[in-house]
């Protein structure tokens, strides 16, 4: 990761031409390639940038990057304030959040805590636009896709609809119905999740995890 | 539709009836209730499709028809006229409300709209003793739950047995159980809760008369009915939880436990529990929350038993205090970890098991 802050003006040319007038940037070059400028705000998206693959040439006061569409960009550095470069490593990836990671393991174990007589098929079962938490078969053989959230909110609903349209084109396993599983879910996603014929059902983490309460149950 | 009747009347059955309307409901149709007049009688049922209540209402008919009104408003605006005669008269898409001269007209709901109730399949019927039935009801009812979560714990389980009728909710951390001797019914079901406790005020009388069907319940009195539909599932099996016989008992006196406890409850708030230490000459009560304080008092009472602390939520024992209808409570127990069970000092009709907490 090579890190450069200057004050620098960048003009991109491509599909669209686009001009960055002269001001105090941060200029990042990833390990991969991708050459990213931003401003000092916002909390990812670089006011210009291109995708690797492409290729860096450094001039005098000057970068310019190309990609094998013949688009460049152009990076003129009037004063460098700071460089630095750093190897970050492989990075391990996005992990999950503690509690849900969590979740999904343990009601991988113990899917009958989701719906009477579910079978685990696999966690994580790929699809082509990302695994869905668990795919079970249910008592009658039907296929279930489950997706997993500590909290459940619309967009989890959402992101479950589009894992079954994908998973429901595979011969193999349709048809298939979808469970939305999370420790809390908001009223909104509950009515869409209904409406959409996706199943709901709220689990105790605490009770899974075996967690004892000093309040005592009768059952 | 055009009746005439009494304002007070009148606000009593659409407000009777409109207590089985949601706000939350999806459909705007449910905001309404059916008013339908015929034969001298208007009937108005309210609906949120799982609760239905009716009452019905001797009025002077000018002319027999049916329509729908929003409910509370409708409600609100007869008991707000004058007292005297008020007349609602509906036709073409309104309703004029009017007495002594101020003169509401609403806009009508679309009568089609406004879900068909079916009578319900009922089997027999049994008349029961109003008060007594409504009493025992919010005895048993304090212990149902409010999470719809676990839905089958939200009701209260109607079980007839050969000479009574049985009452018992759970929560799971407390259970509360009634029996109703001389009570001969063929009820039995599950009802949720939050029907129940509309019954007093929607249909209440010195006399009910309970049916049950295969998929509702209807209680009905000379003021309406209230039909709800059952829960389905099957409740816990709630014999097995009491234990046949406890070895340690307190007698105490419930207005001074249940003041005690009061006390407590302003230092423990819902979470910290309140400890009975139990010994010879009664019980030691004490709570203490760390960042507050504590405190501590002493009941005489008489126990028999080893000395033993066992402790338990302020409210779940209150609640359990409050609904026994005694001048003395006994509090059995066997162990810290396991149930105890709290009941009048006469009678065994009511009994509430209260899991204790752990120290």
Not at chain 1, 56 to 73: D, I, P, Q, R
Not at chain 2, 245 to 252: C, D, E, F, R, V
Request: charged fraction near 30%; include cysteine.
């Amino acid at each position: 990761m090579r890190l450069v802050v200057a004050d620098c003006t960048v003009e991109y040319a491509g599909r669209l031409s686009a001009h960055l007038p002269l001001a105090t940037r941060l200029v990042m070059v990833k390990a991969d390639g991708c050459v990213a400028i931003h401003a000092d705000g916002g909390a990812y998206k670089p006011l210009n940038w291109m995708n690797a693959p492409n290729h860096l040439t450094e001039h005098e006061g000057s970068w310019v990057v190309t990609n094998a569409k013949g688009e460049t960009l152009t990076i003129v550095f009037e004063t460098i304030h700071f460089e630095t470069a750093h190897d970050l490593g492989e990075d391990p990836g996005l992990q999950k959040d503690g509690v849900e990671a969590e979740l999904q393991k343990l009601l991988a174990e113990r899917t009958e805590e989701i719906e009477d007589g579910l079978e685990l098929i696999r966690r994580e079962y790929p699809t082509p636009i990302g695994p869905v938490d668990l795919l079970c078969r249910d008592r009658e053989g039907t296929t279930v896709a489950i997706e997993i959230k500590r909290r459940g909110e619309i967009d989890g609903v959402e992101q479950l609809t589009r894992y079954l349209e994908f998973l429901n084109r595979d011969a193999r396993l349709a048809p298939v119905r979808g469970l939305f599983v999370a420790q809390e879910i908001k009223p909104q996603a509950k009515v869409l999740a209904s409406d959409r014929e996706i199943g709901w059902v709220e689990v105790d983490y605490e009770l899974l995890k075996g967690i004892e309460s000093p309040a005592l149950r009768l059952f | 539709m055009k009746i005439r009747a009494e304002r007070d009347d009148l606000a009593d059955v659409l407000a009777r009836a409109a207590r089985a309307v949601t706000t939350r409901s999806p459909l705007p149709i449910l905001q309404g209730v059916l008013c339908v007049v015929e034969g001298g009688t208007l009937t108005v049922t309210g609906t949120d499709l799982e609760v239905t209540i009716r009452t019905t209402l001797e009025v002077e008919v000018l002319e027999e028809g049916r329509t729908v009104i929003p409910a509370r408003l409708a409600s609100e605006a007869v008991r707000k006229l004058p007292a005297g005669a008020v007349s609602i008269h509906a036709r073409e898409g309104e309703v004029e409300i009017t007495g002594n001269g101020p003169r509401f007209r609403l806009r009508e709901l679309n009568i089609d709209d406004f879900p068909q109730i079916s009578e319900p399949d009922t089997v027999g019927g049994s008349s029961v003793d109003g008060p007594a039935f409504l009493k025992a009801l919010s005895q048993v009812g304090i212990a149902a739950s409010t999470d719809e979560a676990r839905p089958i714990l939200t009701g209260v389980l109607f079980e007839a047995e050969s000479d009574h009728l049985r009452l018992v909710a759970t929560d799971s951390y407390r259970l509360a159980d009634r029996i109703l001797p001389g009570v001969i019914t063929d009820a039995s079901g599950l009802v949720p809760y939050r029907a129940l406790k509309e019954l007093s005020r929607a249909i209440g009388d010195p006399k009910l008369t309970v049916r049950f069907g295969d998929r509702d319940a209807v209680f009905s009195s000379d003021r309406g009915t209230l039909q709800v539909r059952l829960i389905e599932g099957t409740f816990p099996n709630v014999s097995q939880l009491f234990p046949d016989s406890y070895p340690y008992q307190l007698k105490a006196s419930r207005a001074e436990l249940l003041e005690a406890v009061g006390r407590a409850s302003l230092v423990a708030e819902d979470h910290i529990p309140v400890r009975f230490g139990l010994h010879t000459g009664g019980v030691e009560l004490s709570v203490t929350r760390q960042e507050v304080g504590d405190e501590t008092e002493h009941i005489n009472a008489d126990y028999n038993g080893d000395e033993m602390t066992i402790a338990f939520n302020t409210k779940y024992l209150s609640d359990g205090l409050n609904a026994i209808d005694e001048d003395d409570v006994v509090l059995e127990t066997a162990d810290p970890l396991k149930p105890g069970l709290l009941r009048g000092a006469e009678s065994e009709d009511f009994r509430y098991l209260l899991m204790p907490v752990r120290l």
